[in-house]
Structure formats: C-alpha cells, structure tokens
C-alpha cells in the first residue's frame, strides 16, 4: 500500500471505494461488484490471478441488474 | 487563437499504428485482424500494423502519415508507455503534431503477455484496448510545455562514499556543490571497513576519493552540519543548512540523498557481548587492529535478519562475512572457520567465485533453519544440522553474527522534510525499482548508497556516479521543461473550499486570499489527479485527463 | 422562546457586534428567509412554526453565503438549529464561511420536530433558547439494512425512477456552494432524459454529500416526488462514522477523512 | 445592503407554484420555494428553480428586434408596432383571417392572455389560437 508512484494517492482511493461500495450495497446492488486492489505494473501474474479471481466472483453474480434498465421508459 | 487550439475545431481525424514487437505481441494475437478493425473505428482514418514501430522505419511510418494523411490524432498500440510513449510522442512533434494529442495502447504488457496462449481472446482484448485508446484520444488536447529556470548548483547530503562518489563526478563536470556531512568525517561507514571485498584497503580507497573532493574549488565542504530545510522545487530548491558557522540559505537545482545507513547492532541476539559475540563491523575492526586471538571462529549470518521485526535480507552481509572469513583464513590458516547460514546471497560471478574460493581454502559452511536457530553458549555454539539430522555442538572462542544494515534513525525525519517516500523497511524509495531506480518520485531529488539498500562500496560508489549523470541530464538543459500532464484549477468554478489542497501529496496547491480560489504551482505538480478526484465542482482538472476523455473511453469499453 | 430570541438579536444589532441577521420573518401568512438590519424592525421575527414546529425552515446557511461573499469584512448573525450550527462548521472547514465572521443564535428543536427528522443532535452547542432534548436514534437506515439486497433494490429503483430531475435537492441543500455541480456534467448525468440514470444521478449527489451532510433534512422536504433522499446520506453519514469515526459537523475545527492524505485515520 | 425575498408567482405554467426571488442590493441570487404556499408547499420543479436566472439573462430581450437587410437590428416599439401591424394587414388581406395563427405564452398573465385571444378572434378574425401554458 505505501508503494504509491504518487505518494497517497491509493490510500486516498481505497477511502472512497469504501464509502461506494457500501452505498451500493445499501441501494441493492451486491458491494462485490465493485473491487479495489493495488497492482504494480511489474505484477503481471498477481494481475493475471486478480482479474481471474474477480471475475470468478461476477459470473455467479450475473449480469447487473440495472443493465436492463436500457430500454428507457417514456416520461 | 493559435494553430494548437485551432485543432479543437477539426474533426478528429485518427492514425493508428499497430506494433507486432516481432513476436512479442503478433506472436499471441492476431494484429492484421486487429489493425483491420482499428479501420472501423469511427474518426480512423488510417491504420498501419508494424512489425516494430519504434524503429527508425516505424518512427518514419508515424511522421509520414502524420503529415500526407493530415493526422491530428496519433494512437500507437504497442507496448509499455513508461519506456515508449516519450519516444511516440516527440516523433510526433517532429512531425509538426502537439506531442500530446498522441495516446498509447498498451497490448503487450496488458493483452499479449497476461493472455498466452488464448489468441481468440487476446485478439478480442486489443481490439477493445484500442477502441478505447482511440474514444479518449479523439478528446485529446493539445498542451503548451511548461518552462522554467535552473539553478546549476547541486546539494548533496551525506559524506559517504556514494555522496563523495557523487560530488566527484558532478564536480568533474563543472557544477557547484554543497557536501553536508553531519559528522566531522567523511567517509562513512567504510570508515570503520578493514578491507574490500576487490581486495584494495579501505582507507586507501577513501583518503584517496575525500582529498580529492576536499581539493576541488567548485566542492564546498560541511562536517558536522544538517540540512534543516527543503522548499521549492526542481531547478530551484531553497535550502537552510546548520553548520557549525551557522545557519546558511542558499539555492540549488537538484538535490542528491546519500545518507547511507547503519549497521544493526545484535543487541540480544546469540548471546551478543561485543566480545566473544561480535558483530560484522567490530570483526572489522578486529582485522584492522590485527589483534586476532581466536582460534575457533563460527559466523552466524541472517542476524537480526529475515526476521519478523526485519523481513527483508540486507543482502551483502552474505558477501562480507565470507570474505571476512577469507581475510581470516588467509593470514590465520590454522584457524578453525565455520559459516552458518540460511541461504548465501552471492550474486554476481565475482561473488559467487569468492564462495568457492572460500570453501577451497577449508572455510565450511553448514546450513540452520531459522525455526531451530543455533544456540550459543559458552564457548560453544550448537546447531541442528539437517543434513545427518544432529545437533552438532561447535566449540568457539569467538561468535561472529552477520547484521544487516537497517535505516538511520533519522531516515523518517530526512523522508518527511524532502516529502519522498520510504518503503516498508525505513528505506529510501526510488520512483521505479527497474526505470528509475536512482530519482526519487519528486522531481530533482535523487537517491544513492546504502540509504535507498544496502549497497557495497562498488555499488554504492557506482550509484553515486550514476546519479551526477541523472543530475547532469537536467541541469545541463537551458531551461526545465517539464511535461504539461499537470492539474489546472478553472478559477471561474472554484469555490475556493480547499478539498484540494490538504489533498495535494507535492504542496503544489496554494490558496489566493485576494480571488478566494485555489490555484496551482504547474512546475511541483506531479499531475497524480488527487485533486481533480477530490474537487466537488470538477473546477480541478487533470490535463489529458480529464473527465469527458475517460469517460469517452470507459464508454467505448 | 421567540422573546429570547429576539432579545439576543435586538443585543446584537444595538451593540454592533453584526451588521445583520439572518433569521426567519413571517409576512402575509408566509414565512421567508429575512437580513434583520435595526433592532425596532423585530416585530416580523418567527422561528418557523407554522402548522407543526419546524415545518418551514429554510437554508439560512446558504443566504449567509450569499450575503457574506459580498460582504466579506462584515460580520453576520444567523439562526441556527442543531442541524444549521453543523453545517456551518462544515462551511468552515469548506473555506465558505469565516469562523470569526459568524455569529450564532442557537435554538433547540423541540421532541416532536427531533423524532420526526431522526436527528441525532437536535440542538446547537451554543444554545440561547428552547431546551436541550435528547437525541434520536436512526431507525430508518437500520431498518433498511434489515431489508434482503433485492428488496433494497427495487425499493431504490422504484424511488430513483420517480425523480423529475428538478434538483431541489440540490438547490435547497445549505452544504451545496459550487458554482458549477458534477450533476450537470454531461459525461456523468445525460441531459435532459428522465428517468434519471439510476443509480448514478442519486448516487453521485450522495457521494459528494459524505462528509458534507448535516442532516437538515431540507432535501426531503423539497423532493416533488417523495423520494427518501435523506434516508440515503443518513447511510453516507453512517459509513463515515463507522468506518473512519467521522461525523460531518461535529466541532469548529474538524477535517474530513476523505479530504486528507494517507489511510483512514485509527477509529 | 439590500437584502429581501420577495414573493411571487411561478410564470412558467399555470400551475401556479408560489416562490421567493432573493435578492442582494437588487440583482436576483437565488429562487426558493415557499414552503407555506398551499398550492406547491415548498417544491418547485426545474423551471421553477432557475427563474432568477432568465429574469437577468444576458441573452434576454429587453428592445424589439426588427430583421433589416438580412440582419436583426433593434428598434423602437412605434417602429415594431407598425410593421406588426401593416404585415398582419397585408396578410390578412391577401389570404384571409385564417391564415394568421396566435401563440401565446404562459410567462404573461391571465388577462394578457385573454386580450390575446380576444384580439386574435375579435380583430383578426381567426380560430387558430393556442399557447404554452397546458403543463
């Protein structure tokens, strides 16, 4: 964590991501779907591993549920 | 209106250059597919796949396009923009196009290399990476360099031999500068070192390098001082030193951190006394003295070291303790050597050689586990070997422990004034451990010896000369030009409520009583995005960054 | 209660402590916002209390900012409840206000207006009339939690889809002062499409309500539609205090976790 | 210093949303909706809320504009006035009542409206009336 190029600048992330992901949860819309982690471009098999990770978390989640929200009603 | 803003007005008209990096990138996907789609992509108007585009013919290939297709957006897919995208975007200047109206897509890095062996996929992957790279540089705009002055005078703090190395060589090419040791010597811990691992004697190697610099008129000397202050920025640091004439303000242009560290003292570890049990540093001095009198010696390496308080391995003691062992076998032959260690840590063939040479010469080496670490007692020093599975007993008449170098104490208060970062260990953190491993993430501050890692003297002394040759490459420039990727605060929006200010990691953002707005100092801001991430009416904004460009890309995702 | 009230302020205006105050006038059967200049001129002077106390408060804070951005060397007095008190801490620390510029006049909220807004403090530090009462717990937001996710769901999306985009909210919001407001960007918020993009729209007024909110409860109030809005920064509210021991609000010299470098503060 | 809020009907419908014009030292700062108002108790919707805001619009009509050689050029009301009503004139006479149409506007008053629709019918002779004031 106290690896950032820019000094803060995760820890300063890592804050807010804390707040939205409750605040998904709190509209109903499941906190998993939303993820912060610290990679380093020199990590391609941690990234390889996290992307892989994450997605095995998405698929049983399915797709989200305001994508179907598309199809805007009329006003 | 000048001809870069005149580009705002013209429909996009987008290159994009495909690179195969040989078999790098076409080896795991299919880049005539991908540059086929990149034809489809709306504001495209020509595409050219590469077998390597930053060579000279690829350069060529940009340049010409640029001006017989009249691009006014250049995307270049190929690999990390860390190391090319400098290269890609003064190509495009030469070629008479705003260098940053260019953006990289990264295919290598992020697409060839993380998905071997799924061409379908990868293929799929640069496709939508470069969808992306061209929605955002479609919003792309053209951006004035920032200029400004240089002082040519360099501060270098610590009088040991990365920092003598380093005032040597920036001296050597004509600039001024400031050595600030705070204790009344110079030369550091190599003063207390009997002899090298290349064979010369330290103190010959030292006096040899500390007349030189005393000797030379664009050096000045300061024993016993410390730099109490740091302010300003690169070209232009304002500095406050307390010397034992006192205080003394003064301007320099870089800033080179050579503050060393020190060796661990074993205070309970293996029975440590200082003098049955003796660390590294005081065999040292032992060899210096030449007052030797044992005839039983076993070294213990990793202590202190790889341990929960300190996890990382100091990783020259390995190298010192064997060639201590070897100075000892060499002028004592009868004595009896024993090395126990975890792992040797002998890197480099000249090392590596030395661990032969050492068992040549009847010094034996036995491995401990660190879960059943040796035990000293007196006169006897009892470890499990693994090997016959028995606990062996040693008698000893002298413990030798290997410690490892840990961060002066005042490491943290020297991180806090300069505002650079330190690593888990209370060591110095270099920007990029592979491409920028000797300059700090600030601009102008840099990093050598033992302060950043436990370095020998050969290495230390190398980084030294390597940082006066980064130093040299800014401060033998006109004038600093610095990227224009800075923040810019609207100061019609701003609100002056100061989110961003107490976010700004580099104290780039000052607050204007007068206009009651925020306002930013271009040349110390990194351009890390902190405030227009925090600023509530989007009023800061990051240059080439800035909302409506990611949002054009994370719309084309 | 009304009489202390207007006690202090006539004090204030005759001593020539403020140039002003910003209180409440009731004229022609309404109450509106009013800059009380000269201490005979009182007789106007309400709290509020219409059909139900506290029915018609308005951002007192916010005509102070008005007033005080053209009036910088002045000092100003003001009519603050628990809420408005904390809000202009928050507007100290947002550089919008000046401490020392600002004078206050506290009221407590009586039991019935606290229990009807959940509020957690229903009266200022720097109390002149009405009497203390105590504080109510957030039921609301627990009971929420309570709800399975899906449930959540459709309750917030049915809610979202009911908004006009007239930002209201917004607009009555003491806390909101940017001369230009990220939901009028058009790379975040599509313009002039309803529905609202759900949940970005709500979502991202709330965000940017985290460390603000002093839950005044003014954008429910204003909310053509009935949409809970306070409900969803009382949870923002309660995020910050759990997560990061921060409640927006809660002294002069405050400093909010999400505007400082570095970690979450130890809680 | 000029501080007031004075209270006033929404223009923008016939709705009839009561609301606040704040004012400092004469010029318009903000809109708020009255809260004690029956018809709208303190909600506005969207126009409501950026009343302040055409009232001082720099884009705002404050002279008649009259389209001279190509261009629109400002003019006195006598001027305007004439030529409304010689156009109207010519109009009507060359296609007949119905070929005028009247459009009015809900920003005006009833009785505004009214002389609108009285003059379209009475004076001019058409049916064709309609306005923008059916919210």
């Known amino acids: 964590m106290s690896e950032c190029n820019y000094l803060y600048g995760n820890y300063c992330a890592e804050k807010r991501v804390t707040v939205l992901s409750q605040m998904l949860d709190f509209c109903g819309i499941e906190k998993d779907r939303l993820r912060a982690r610290w990679v380093s471009s020199a990590e391609a098999p941690e990234f390889v591993e996290e992307i892989n990770e994450f997605i095995d978390v998405l698929k049983p989640l399915g797709p989200s549920p305001l994508k179907k929200q598309t199809s805007k009603d009329v006003a | 209106m000048n001809m870069n803003d005149l580009i705002l007005y013209e429909e996009p008209r987008i290159g994009v250059f495909v690179c195969d990096c040989g078999s790098n990138i076409a080896g795991h996907l299919d880049c005539a597919d991908v540059a086929e789609y990149a034809k489809t992509l709306p504001n495209v108007v020509y595409v050219k796949e590469n077998l390597y585009t930053c060579s000279e013919a690829g350069i060529v290939e940009i340049k010409k396009a640029i001006k017989g297709q009249n691009l006014n957006r250049v995307v270049v897919a190929s690999c990390s923009p860390r190391t090319h995208q400098p290269l890609f975007s003064s190509s495009c200047a030469e070629a008479g196009l705003n260098p940053y109206l260019f953006e990289m897509v990264n295919i290598r890095d992020q697409c060839s290399w993380v998905h071997m062996g799924k061409r379908d996929d990868a293929t799929q992957k640069a496709k939508e990476l470069i969808r992306m790279g061209v929605a955002k540089s479609a919003g792309l705009e ?54 090298l691992d290349t064979g010369g004697s330290a103190r010959a190697l030292l006096s040899k390098i500390i007349d030189d610099v005393q000797s030379r ?273 609207n100061p019609e929006s701003c609100v002056g409520c100061k989110a961003c200010l107490t976010m700004c990691p580099y104290e780039a953002i000052t607050y204007n009583r007068d206009k009651r707005i925020c306002e930013i100092n271009e040349i110390l801001c990194k351009g890390c995005g902190n405030c227009a991430a925090t600023c509530p009416s989007h009023s800061a904004q990051l240059c080439g960054y800035k909302p409506e460009q990611l949002l054009a890309q994370i719309g084309a995702a | 209660m009304i009489d202390i009230v207007r006690q202090k302020i006539s004090k204030l205006l005759s001593d020539g402590s403020v140039k002003g105050v910003v209180a409440l006038a009731m004229a022609n059967g309404h109450v509106a916002p009013c800059l009380f200049q000269k201490e005979d001129d009182l007789e106007p002077l309400c709290l509020g209390d219409t059909k139900k106390p506290g029915d018609a408060r308005y951002p007192l804070n916010k005509v102070l900012i008005t007033i005080a951005r053209q009036y910088p060397e002045d000092v100003f007095g003001v009519l603050v409840r628990g809420c408005d008190e904390r809000g202009l801490y928050v507007l100290y620390r947002l550089n919008q206000l000046e401490p020392d510029k600002v004078m206050t006049i506290g009221i407590a909220c009586p039991q019935e207006l606290a229990k009807a807004c959940e509020c957690k403090k229903p009266y200022p530090d720097e109390l002149v009339a009405g009497e203390k009462t105590e504080g109510i717990t957030q039921q609301g937001v627990q009971d929420m939690e309570d709800m399975d996710l899906s449930k959540r769901f459709s309750f917030w999306k049915n809610q979202f889809s009911k908004c006009v985009k007239c930002y209201g909210c917004r607009d009555i919001c003491p806390m909101c002062f940017c001369r230009e407001c990220s939901l009028e960007c058009e790379d975040i918020i599509s313009k002039g499409e309803l529905p609202v993009d759900i949940p970005v729209f709500h979502l991202t007024r709330a965000m940017h309500m985290t460390d603000r909110c002093i839950d005044c409860g003014l954008c429910d109030e204003t909310c053509p539609s009935g949409i809970p809005l306070r409900l969803l920064y009382k949870k923002t509210s309660k995020i910050m205090n759990a997560e990061f021991g921060f409640t927006s609000g809660i002294n002069k010299n405050e400093q909010s976790p999400l505007n400082l470098m570095g970690p979450a503060p130890e809680k | 210093m000029d501080y007031r809020n004075t209270l006033t009907t929404c223009t923008y419908c016939g709705c009839g949303c009561n609301l606040f014009l704040e004012s400092l030292d004469g010029k ?39 389209r001279k050689d190509g261009k629109l050029t400002e003019v006195s009301w006598d001027e305007a006035l004439d030529f409304t009503v010689s156009k109207l004139k010519e109009i009507k006479e060359a296609n007949g009542s119905d070929s005028v149409g009247f459009f009015a506007s809900a920003k005006v008053t009833n009785e505004e409206n009214y002389l609108m629709q009285k003059f379209a019918r009475a004076a001019i002779g058409t049916n064709s009336v309609d306005h923008c004031a059916r919210l």
């Not at chain 2, 400004?148 to 990365?162: E, F, H, P, T, W």
């Not at chain 2, 586990?369 to 008698?395: A, C, H, M, R, Y």
């Not at chain 4, 805001?53 to 002279?63: G, T």
């Open chain 2, 142 to 195: 053209p951006q004035e360099e920032i200029e400004s002055s240089l002082v040519r005078k360099v501060l270098v703090m610590g009088g040991g031999i990365a920092g003598l190395s380093a005032a040597q060589a920036l001296a050597d090419m004509g600039l001024d500068i400031m050595l600030v040791e705070k204790t009344s010597n110079f030369g550091g811990l190599l003063q207390q070192v009997h002899q």
């Open chain 2, 217 to 489: 008129s664009n050096i000045t000397c300061y024993t016993k001082a410390i730099v109490k202050e740091t302010g300003g920025y690169i070209g232009n640091f304002e500095i406050k030193i307390d010397t034992q004439n006192g205080l003394i303000k003064d301007k320099v242009g870089c800033i080179v951190v050579a503050t060393g560290a020190v060796p661990l003292i074993p205070k309970g570890l293996f029975g440590y006394d200082g003098e049955t049990v003796i660390s590294l540093m005081e065999l040292e001095q032992k060899l210096k003295k030449d007052d030797l009198t044992a005839r039983r010696i076993v070294f213990i390496q990793c202590a202190g070291a790889r341990t929960k308080e300190r996890e990382y391995c100091s990783r020259i003691c390995c190298m010192i303790g064997v060639k201590n062992a070897m100075i000892v076998k060499e002028k004592y032959p009868l004595i009896d050597v024993r090395i126990l260690y975890r792992d040797m840590q002998m890197y480099g063939t000249h090392k590596e050689q030395m661990l032969w040479d050492a068992r040549g010469k009847g010094i034996q080496f036995d491995v401990y586990n660190p879960d059943n670490p040796p035990e000293v007692k007196e006169g006897k020093v009892s470890f499990f070997q693994s090997i016959t599975g028995k606990i062996i007993d040693l008698d000893t008449d002298l413990v030798v422990l290997s410690t490892p170098l840990v961060p002066r104490s005042d490491a943290p208060a020297v991180a806090n004034m300069m505002r650079v970062p330190t690593d888990q260990n209370g060591f110095f953190l270099e920007a990029h451990a592979k491409l920028r491993p000797l300059d700090f993430a600030a601009d102008g501050i840099f990093v050598c010896g033992s302060g950043r890692y436990p370095a020998t003297s050969t290495e230390a002394r190398t980084q030294g000369l390597g940082v006066a040759s980064r130093v040299a490459a800014i401060l033998f420039k006109d004038k600093l030009v610095k990227s224009a990727i800075v923040a810019k605060i």
């Open chain 4, 28 to 66: 318009l700062t903000h809109t708020t909706p009255c809260k004690t108002s029956p018809v709208n108790e303190g909600k506005l919707c969207i126009k409501g809320w950026n009343v302040h805001q055409f009232v001082q619009s720099e884009k705002r009509l404050n002279k008649p504009l009259l």
